[in-house]
């Protein structure tokens, strides 16, 4: 409360000095007043919080820029990428160039995923690989905010290229029995955070409709770790339906499918290729962490 009383204190002091050098001739003289009273003001009232995966506390300007809850050094270790490797931009997966030529990795070059584009944070591994896992397995849900805030600013193209068309996004479902031994869905949750953080920016945007009623996972399959990409695809068929009745409201909409991992692509893949049947327009891929394709030196 003292706080809020210090800055209406100093912002009427401000005002009040304007208004005693009303005229042209002092313009330059207000203006520097001005701006040498918000500068006193972002001073003495720096923004300051905590960083949700470290707990460190930050001030503006000691190791936080204030750009969201993470501190700069969290920030640059989620989003750190190993030299030489890059994002493939059909399926986010990273991958080194001059292992496969071009711009696209291999498996998207000779069997293609449906779909349209993918954007990832960064690859699975070293702190964005631990993040991951307090969220998901350590039920730390609180890390669902700042997780979504980076998966914001990659999202936003694909959101800003749609000539002011709504965005169905679209969590990859769990099965019921998945959803009941941990809590809470994981890729909804972060849906959920990147679109509220969407919608209090400032601007004219597509509008981001979050539907959890239309895709759906009624099949839990057994256990995919050690399978090869054609044996996920396989196990995964009939794992996702789209709920009756929802074609129409699928129609032609683009679809942003939001996920926290993209290893094969397989459960991606298979998700995509239910919704594109059910009448879906593209659908796109906003998802955490992307696997690494190949060996690396």
């Excluded at 030529?101 to 779909?115: F, K, M, V, W």
């Excluded at 600013?153 to 479902?173: C, F, M, R, T, W």
């Excluded at 972060?190 to 679109?195: H, K, V, Y």
């Amino acid at each position: 409360m003292k706080t809020i009383f210090k800055a209406i204190e100093a912002d009427f002091i401000i005002a009040f000095l304007l208004f005693l050098m009303k005229g042209n001739a002092v313009s330059e003289i207000r203006k520097w007043l001005k701006d040498w009273g918000q500068s006193l003001l972002d001073l003495v009232y720096a923004k300051s919080g905590a960083c949700r995966l470290c707990q460190r506390s930050w001030v503006v300007g000691e190791f936080s820029s204030g750009r969201g809850d993470l501190c700069d050094d969290c920030r640059a270790a989620l989003t750190a990428c190993p030299e030489g490797l890059i994002p493939c931009p059909g399926c986010g997966r990273f991958f080194l160039p001059h292992d496969y030529g071009g711009d696209r990795c291999a498996e998207c070059r000779s069997n293609p995923l449906p779909i349209s584009a993918g954007v990832v944070v960064g690859p699975y591994t070293g702190m964005l690989r631990q993040a991951i896992h307090w969220y998901k397995f350590g039920r730390r849900k609180e890390l669902a905010d700042p997780l979504a805030m980076l998966l914001r600013e990659q999202v936003k193209p694909i959101v800003e290229a749609g000539s002011g068309e709504d965005l169905l996004v679209i969590p990859v479902p769990l099965h019921r029995d998945r959803l009941k031994e941990r809590g809470f869905n994981q890729s909804e949750l972060l849906a959920r955070a990147m679109i509220k953080r969407m919608e209090s920016e400032p601007g004219d945007r597509p509008r981001l409709l979050l539907r959890t009623d239309i895709l759906t996972r009624p099949v839990e399959t057994p256990s995919q770790t050690g399978l090869k990409r054609s044996e996920r695809m396989v196990n995964l068929v009939g794992a996702f339906q789209a709920e009756e009745g929802r074609g129409r409201e699928l129609s032609g909409r683009r679809v942003l499918l939001v996920d926290d991992i993209i290893t094969t692509g397989s459960t991606s893949g298979e998700c995509a290729r239910v919704l594109l049947e059910a009448g879906s327009g593209p659908v796109s891929l906003g998802v955490l962490a992307g696997g690494i394709i190949g060996k690396r030196s």
